[in-house]
């Protein structure tokens, strides 16, 4: 993903002045009320961070998953197969297109599981799978590849134990658990760089005139200490979806990793999914206000070594909740 703009750090009491759309659920909780109001009615446990990690660890072992690679494409086969044993409905979206670096055609692979497949209400949970070629943010071996267990493996290891505790405990709402290939090929100087998958499923959705009341992406959601904040496209799409994410979040205990402040645009894959189907969707994304992306982002530091358990604990405890204590729906 990239950062548009720099960042405005406001108080949770500012967010409440800063947007003010027209759903009820609008006006962002304080630290206070959160807890009070109780929306986490059904409290759901099954959550493993050990087989998160796991999954993780997993998607490390096949080696750099670049597009076009082989490594790339046995993931993507385990990753599919996981889909297949645990939704009840999956999808293996094959693409094409073309590297920014040196514009040689390339596979894209987005791979999706459905739960419920015929519940009308439906929410979205994605991350990207795909690793970056180069680890350009490093200051030693700038154009080898990185591991990416954060960036990119985090999130679907998170998804994929997700999918798993929905075998066993099925939810009202319907899930479309999306993994979105070649979003980390991106070069920041060239437009519609990052994000190759989503702009494809944008195009070609999985199901014709594919609809989901709204989606939450994972990116970088397993960093030491990680801070989730308001990204400002996330706002823009869909606030009520923040306000409800981050006070079952607070509900749960995890106000360290979810505080209530708002931090700049970045681009990720919610803008393409937004932008081309007008689903409102929120980012959740490790990005400091002070520091921007953690340290690991886009070295070679980005290993499991950059992975701790508790995060995934807080960020995946905190999805299945919502997946069993949505937004109250019109
Ligand atoms: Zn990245």
Partial sequence: ??????????????????????????????????????????????????????????????GFRIPGTPAHKKCADWLFQELQNTCDTAYFQSGEGKAPKDGKKIPIYNL????????????????????????????????????????????VGIILELAKNLKTQKPDWGIDFILFDAEDLGISEIENSFCLGSQYWGKHPHI???????????????????????????????????????????????????????????????KYVYEATKIPMIDIIQYDPNNGFAPFWHTHDDNMDAVDKRTLNAVGNTMLHLIFNPPATL
Avoid at 48 to 56: E, G, L, T, V
């Fill in 208 to 270: 014709p005139n594919y609809k989901a009341n709204f989606g939450v992406l994972l990116d970088m959601v397993g960093g030491h200490n990680a801070q989730f904040m308001w990204e400002e496209n996330s706002n823009n799409y869909a606030n009520w979806i923040l306000v409800h994410t981050w006070q079952i979040a607070q509900e749960l205990g995890y106000e360290n990793h979810f505080p209530l402040k708002l931090i700049g645009a970045i681009t990720d894959d919610h």
């Fill in 1 to 62: 993903m990239k950062l548009r703009a720099f960042l405005l750090l406001l108080s949770a009491s500012t967010i409440l002045l800063w947007r003010c759309g027209g759903n009820s659920e609008t006006s962002a909780p304080s630290d206070s009320t959160a807890s009070e109001s109780g929306i986490v009615t059904r409290k759901v446990s099954g959550f493993s961070a050990d087989n998160a990690y796991q999954n993780i660890k997993k998607q490390l072992d096949f």
């Fill in 112 to 155: 999706i599981g459905s739960i419920n497949p015929q519940a009308k209400n439906r929410m979205i949970i994605a991350s990207h799978w795909d690793s970056r070629p180069y680890a350009d943010q490093d200051n030693k071996q700038q154009t080898e590849p990185i591991l990416a267990a954060n960036d990119g493996a985090s999130g």
